[in-house]
């Protein structure tokens, strides 16, 4: 994102520019186009384990375990960069983001080493078991059962949206415990592996035709108590500890959508009346608007990536980013398709999000849920950063199971 | 320079907010409002006795020589109790004018008393329909003509004008307290901003030479508009504060209306225009100090202060109900004030139209 940033900052970024563009012939967006998802999968094999090979790949992970050593402002700049080039990372995205993190803080050191530079090397895929199709929003209210059986646990039950869970090897998972508890306590958390007997994955087609999410089905899966990580009940706490890991979500100034200077060129040879839309003020207003939201979202990401050098806590402010470019895509995005007249009608699946508008409004829909609706984000800005109180919650205080008596 | 305060400019806030929040009264503005060209004088003296109204002169001319980024705390200090003094934007308008366009006669003669208060600025660029455009002439060192609703133009001490000379727009600058300058206060819905009309009728004026006036009045503007976006965000941000403490004590059906996502959504959403406010600030203030881009930062943080204001004091009053409506209440004098803000350096469609230009020429 543009802005003002440090000398030390901009030393790095060119650093890891000059490193990664000689490799954009053979692993970038356009030699990434026409591949199929099997076939940008081992490129992107090959690609995670060339970074780990340099040092760049889990940049502020400990060399120990296959990181790069060092800090988490790098990583940041890193991931800024790579996104320009357009290289295969989205597979490594959830598994290196949050469930290996999760493990250096609470798996015993020989699983660490077994489990931790594979995935870095990019060889294992992880994936997270959270959402279920009764508790998305409401994280605590999931159903899928973890029953004790000696020292082993048997898990029950089904998650859903459970992203590239069809190439993953291992996940980690929040199952109920004890139902007798009240909805948060009976929780607890563990690793699995997504080739044992009973895990069936079955993929979910979304409404833009693509299928990176999935319905896990655990039918009766045996794990060991020794995959269990914390405490039994404490489950709950380490899966908000898994969604804190990523502190800092960047995000590129466009949404991860088509860019504001793509909007402006499209005005400009679309028409309305005969006469250039650029000119139409309706069309200029959205302009305006969207360059205003990037001039603001912008400092604040310079601000935060200053306060993650000095190593400080970067202000809550980011929490607005999701919500406010997914909205803003949405309008500009219906908006560039009007503008094309009847063929704006046409799409073209093969490309991405980037490349048209048809993409970019197709997938936000779900951007506006995952990873938090704007509803709950709403929530999350009111009772966290301004001290709203919370919700009317009927739950509280019930044990889980005299829930919905 | 980084996004983040130093110590020292901490201070300055606290400073400036202790200050404001003890001498600051809504029934002094109250009174304002009622009294056609009254402003709040308590509270100037009170930025005189800081030395705020040199913050941003260079202390050669008796000024403190600060940054934009102290201008600006100052600014949203100023904002945030509604101040009833328009001035330390108008007047830190004459002084940049003076700085970038004077000649060193000029700023020797006008920037001290600037600097120390003793004058007050005006800026007189829009013809009576919004447009950047010279409703008065020069000639032969006389200015003659009409400024429609020029802020702090009833109190100001010495002013700068577009006008026309000839074929060319100029700026000129004008000492007001002489024979041949008329001002006729307007009653206005937020008195204390000094709007009047002036009338020249062969003062004595002297010519900023050496550029065209209306880029200059364009550039003066965006200079403006920087210290006077955090005047509305400092508003804004009161805004959001108001309604939360009245949507934390406010109780309805058993619970304080907080709880209500209804109302705790309208002030999220105050709380992200005034961050996208406040980042569109940030970046201007450094383009500001470091002759950036001033231009796509300043039309875009007038746009987000605007809107911001505009939201946080209409949605504050709502979360109010009914008391929120009345006179005695705080809500309306920023309801007025983020009107008369959102119109002082021109419209919020002005600045659109500025932006959505300056953009089409960047990626041509």
């Known amino acids: 994102m543009s802005g003002y940033e440090s000398p030390e900052i901009t030393a790095y970024r060119q650093q890891v520019r000059a490193w990664l563009e000689p490799h954009a012939a053979k692993y970038g967006a356009s030699a990434r186009r026409g591949l199929d998802m099997d076939q940008n999968l081992a490129l992107g094999r090959e690609w995670q384990a060339l970074k780990a090979a340099n040092g760049y790949a889990c940049i502020n992970l400990p060399r120990q375990y296959g990181g790069g050593g060092g800090t988490e402002l790098q990583k940041i700049i890193f991931a800024d960069e790579e996104a320009r080039f357009g290289f295969p990372t989205v597979f490594f995205g959830v598994s290196l983001g949050m469930p290996v993190p999760i493990m250096l803080m609470h798996a015993t050191e020989e699983q660490k080493q077994k489990y931790v530079p594979p995935a870095i090397r990019g060889e294992t895929i992880w994936c997270q078991l959270f959402s279920e199709p009764a508790a998305g929003s409401d994280l605590a209210g999931l ?62 087609k979304m409404l833009g035709g693509d299928s990176e999410v999935n319905e896990v089905f655990f039918n009766d899966v045996v794990i060991p108590d020794s995959q269990r990580l914390g405490p039994v009940g404490g489950g709950f706490k380490v899966a908000m500890q898994t969604l804190m890991i990523e502190r800092y979500a960047g995000m590129d100034e466009s949404g991860f959508g088509p860019s504001l200077e793509q909007f402006i060129r499209l005005a400009r040879t679309a028409e309305l009346n005969g006469k250039p839309a650029i000119g139409n003020d309706l069309v200029r207003n959205e302009i305006a608007e969207w360059a205003v939201v990037q001039g603001g979202l912008g400092a604040i990401q310079s601000k935060a990536l200053g306060a993650i050098e000095r190593g400080a806590e970067p202000g809550p402010e980011a929490s607005i980013f999701k919500p406010v470019l997914a909205n803003l895509r949405q309008r500009i995005s219906a908006l560039a398709i009007d503008l094309q007249g009847n063929a704006g009608l046409v799409d073209d699946p093969e490309l991405g999000p980037r490349d048209t508008f048809q993409r970019s409004w197709l997938e936000v829909p779900t951007l506006r849920i995952a990873g938090g609706s704007d509803e709950m984000l709403a929530n999350t800005v009111a009772e966290k950063i301004l001290g709203l109180p919370q919700d009317y919650r009927p739950d509280k205080g019930t044990p889980f199971d005299q829930l919905n008596k | 320079m980084a996004y983040e305060l130093t110590e020292e400019q901490l201070l300055i806030r606290d400073e400036a907010r202790k200050l404001l929040e003890k001498n600051y009264s809504g029934d002094a503005l109250r009174r304002c409002l009622e009294t056609e060209g009254e402003y709040d004088r308590n509270l100037w003296q009170a930025c005189r006795d800081m030395g705020w109204t040199g913050i941003a002169v260079p202390e050669t001319f008796g000024g403190l020589g600060l940054s934009p980024v102290e201008l600006g705390i100052i600014a949203e200090e100023l904002g945030r109790v509604c101040a009833g003094v328009p001035f330390l934007v108008t007047s830190y308008g004459v002084a940049s004018a003076l700085l970038a366009w004077g000649s060193a006669e000029q700023q020797s003669k006008y920037l001290p008393p600037l600097a120390g208060g003793e004058h007050i600025g005006a800026v007189a660029l829009f013809d009576a329909k919004g447009n950047i455009r010279p409703t008065l002439a020069i000639e032969g060192g006389k200015l003659r003509g009409e400024a429609v609703a020029v802020i702090a133009g009833l109190h100001a001490d010495v002013a700068i004008v577009l006008a026309r000379r000839g074929d060319e727009a100029v700026l000129a600058l004008v000492e007001l307290a002489q024979p041949g300058v008329d001002r006729r206060a307007l009653q206005t819905f937020d008195n204390s901003r000094g709007a009047a009309t002036l009338t020249f009728d062969g003062a004595a004026a002297e010519v900023l030479e050496g550029g065209d006036g209306g880029n200059r009045a364009a550039a003066l503007l965006e200079r403006m508009a920087v210290p006077l976006a955090f005047e509305q965000i400092g508003g804004s941000d009161r805004c959001l504060e108001m309604a939360r403490a009245y949507a934390l004590e406010r109780q309805a059906f058993g619970q304080p209306i907080g709880k209500f996502q209804a109302i705790k959504h309208r002030i999220a959403e105050m709380y992200s225009l005034n961050q996208i406010a406040r980042g569109n600030a940030l970046a201007a203030t450094l383009d500001l100090a470091s002759d950036g881009d001033l231009t796509r930062s300043a039309s875009a943080v ?12 209409k949605e504050n009053i709502q979360v109010h109900g009914g008391i929120g409506g009345t006179w005695e209440m705080d809500c309306h004098l920023h309801y007025r004030r983020s009107r008369a803000l959102a119109l002082e350096l021109g419209p919020v469609l002005l600045w659109k139209e500025r932006l959505v230009s300056h953009l089409e020429r960047q990626y041509a």
């Open chain 2, 302 to 313: 007038r746009i987000a202060a605007i809107k911001a204001y505009e939201f946080s004091s």
């Open chain 1, 143 to 204: 159903r899928t059962r973890a029953i004790r059986d000696g020292d082993n646990w048997i898990l029950r039950g089904q998650k859903v949206w459970t992203t590239y869970a069809q190439y993953s090897d291992y996940g980690v998972i929040v199952a109920r415990s004890d139902p007798s508890q009240v909805k948060h306590a009976g929780l607890t958390y563990f690793f699995v592996d997504m080739h044992a007997p009973g895990v069936e994955v079955r993929p979910i």
